[in-house]
């Protein structure tokens, strides 16, 4: 059981950077991809299904730096839109997750990842311990004003995004503030974290908690939470690592231990 007040939402994520491949391609093709983890996920921490929603980011960095995104919370499968457009559309840079929500955690859209805002995509593959026990208002409370009103919805990830960009704000790189959110959610009450941050450019992903794979192969980075293909050489992110990442090229780093109770 999970501690108390602790929400066992689960996602499945996938963050690619190299040279133009379709949404469909990269999500819906590969035997065990996004589309068939959704409902039958191999190595999912918690959870056996993802069906609560589904989003995908991507860009176009010749035309602008902010990313267009696509967010439902009908499942993968059942995504009439995505369907329609995800074999046309080709970028070098997305992040897409499928969601499975578990009450009371609501199924709507403002809570289904990717988050975005400017250049930055952010997903979160997880939960923070007791959020609606005091720990998502502790967190809140570190925000200011303007920072937390940017908040559109009731989810805990929209509120690790914010203080991902406050951490961004203040001068971190995108490893640094994800490794900083971390140590702070896990100051409060902990959880798992999994998250990921991309601009297009460059990617930044945690694992806490859950599965993370990697692939980078001079020319593409995947990090995903799970292997979804034969063609690419797998390695399996060791527990409390950060992954810093250019097309082609990442970096495994140790987090920090986990603080003592």
Not at 34 to 62: C, I, K, M
Request: proline share 8%; charged share 20%; glycine share 10%.
């Amino acid at each position: 059981m999970p501690p108390k007040g602790a929400e066992p939402a689960v996602c499945r994520l996938v963050v690619y950077l190299g040279p133009p491949i379709t949404l469909e391609a990269l999500l819906v093709d590969p035997p065990h991809g996004l589309a068939h983890q959704a409902w039958a996920p191999e190595r999912q921490a918690s959870g056996t299904v993802n069906a609560d929603g589904f989003g995908v980011g991507w860009y176009d960095l010749d035309r602008r730096p902010e990313p267009g995104v696509h967010r439902t919370t009908a499942p993968i499968w059942a995504d009439r839109s995505f369907a329609s457009f995800g074999g046309i559309v080709a970028t070098t840079a997305a992040l897409a997750l499928v969601r499975g929500a578990t009450a009371p955690a609501p199924t709507e859209a403002s809570g289904t990842p990717p988050f975005t805002e400017a250049r930055w995509l952010f997903g979160h593959n997880g939960a923070v311990d007791g959020f609606r026990d005091g720990a998502g208002a502790r967190l809140r409370r570190l925000l200011t004003v303007q920072q937390e009103s940017a908040i559109l919805g009731a989810a805990d990830s929209e509120v690790l995004f914010r203080l991902v960009l406050a951490r961004i704000e203040d001068g971190d790189d995108a490893a640094e503030a994800l490794a900083s959110v971390v140590a702070t959610v896990e100051s409060v009450s902990g959880g798992r974290l999994n998250l990921a941050l991309t601009d297009g450019a460059q990617l930044a992903a945690t694992r806490v908690g859950d599965s993370l794979w990697l692939a980078a192969d001079g020319r593409r980075t995947i990090v995903a939470s799970e292997p979804f293909d034969a063609g690419h050489d797998w390695t399996e992110v060791p527990d409390r690592s950060v992954v810093t990442a250019t097309a082609g090229d990442a970096t495994i780093t140790p987090l920090s231990p986990t603080p003592s109770p």
